[in-house]
């Protein structure tokens, strides 16, 4: 793996423990601020983008696992919003 390869692979495993954590606290109904997320895949995107063709390809697998991370915490935000209209 190239450096930039590597440190790609690295901000994708750090963006999931942070969808991770923003999930675990959406479930235990705290307030989460997702500016810092938004900007870590924005940053994430770009340093994927400006691999080459076949480096960047060998990170679908971690990209998969953010948009997988990502899809759990949007349902997470949706049933705390289901959840707070009952009450």
């Known amino acids: 793996m190239s450096d930039p390869q590597t440190q ?9 423990g942070m969808l991770r954590m923003a ?22 995107c770009a340093a994927t ?11 679908r697998p971690h990209l998969t696992a953010v948009l997988g991370e990502l899809d759990s915490l949007e349902q997470a935000i949706n049933v705390a919003a289901f959840r707070g209209k009952g009450q």
């Open 49 to 59: 983008y400006d691999l080459p063709y076949d480096e960047g390809c060998s990170l």
């Open 8 to 16: 790609a692979v690295a901000m994708a495993e750090a963006t999931c």
């Open 23 to 44: 999930r675990a606290l959406v479930e235990s109904r705290r307030t989460v601020d997702l500016a810092g997320l938004q900007n870590a895949v924005g940053r994430l």
